[in-house]
């Protein structure tokens, strides 16, 4: 009990120590933020290529109209692992292992589209740039716990700081998923493709999380299935 006690003060100094007093400046923030974002975005340029699915660009066109937009970029990052990902100059990509999903009939065309306004929602709320900035921080908070837990755990105290990092940061980017959720209702709902697709792909995606190696990291920094599809309802009758 004193020692998880114990953790959990050293925990709360380390946090506090390394992101209110030894946060780095704004500066060096920002051109970290800065190589950041170039190196993510030539990365997924090399890897991915321009979306050619006529009935989902049927929808994002709807979307796209609805926002006064051109048009809505969509790219397939060549990966396996189930994701979608939003860069901050507004281009949303689509991994291929989704993508394969999707072409086997598991998933359909609107529920993708819900998958692309969600990630849309981040781009328009400024969550992709501010976690490019918070990136810095959070490999401090991983390095000051890791150098502090190592001399009681030995080596396993890499291992505890990577965890206890994840759970400190999971509360923030459980609340972007809200917001982005939020986003992408009222975008579906205006562009006439409704909510039903992303309640019924909020399901499959917790199936396919369970069942794969990542089902830990996908439950720390998203929020319950079920408290999502009530969030969304709410919302939903709100603005009815």
């Not at 970290?32 to 006529?54: C, F, V």
């Not at 490019?132 to 991983?142: G, K, L, T, V, Y």
């Amino acid at each position: 009990m004193y020692i998880l006690v114990s953790l959990q003060l050293l925990c709360f100094l380390c946090f506090f120590f390394f992101l209110v007093i030894r946060r780095p400046p704004k500066s060096t923030r920002k051109e970290s933020s800065a190589a950041s974002e170039l190196y993510k975005r030539q990365e997924m340029d090399n890897k991915s290529t321009i979306l050619n699915d006529p009935p989902l660009e049927k929808l994002t066109d709807q979307m796209a109209d609805t926002l006064d937009l051109q048009k809505i970029k969509v790219n397939i990052y060549e990966i396996e692992p189930i994701n979608g990902l939003a860069i901050p100059d507004g281009r949303i990509f689509i991994t291929r292992g989704f993508m394969k999903k999707y072409y086997n009939g598991e998933i359909t065309a609107p529920e993708l589209a819900s998958v692309i306004a969600h990630e849309l929602g981040h781009v328009a709320l400024g969550h992709t740039k501010r976690r490019m900035i918070d990136f810095s921080s959070q490999n401090a908070i991983r390095v000051a716990l890791s150098m502090v837990l190592s001399r009681f755990f030995g080596g396993f105290g890499t291992l505890i700081a990577n965890t206890l990092t994840k759970f400190l940061t999971a509360r923030l980017s459980r609340k972007d998923e809200y917001e982005a959720d939020a986003y992408a209702a009222a975008l579906l709902i205006k562009a006439n493709i409704g909510i039903e697709p992303q309640i019924s792909m909020f399901e499959k995606l917790e199936k396919i999380s369970s069942e794969g190696n990542n089902s830990m990291a996908w439950m720390m920094s998203h929020p319950k299935t079920k408290d999502r599809i009530i969030a969304i309802k709410k919302l939903k009758n709100e603005w009815e």
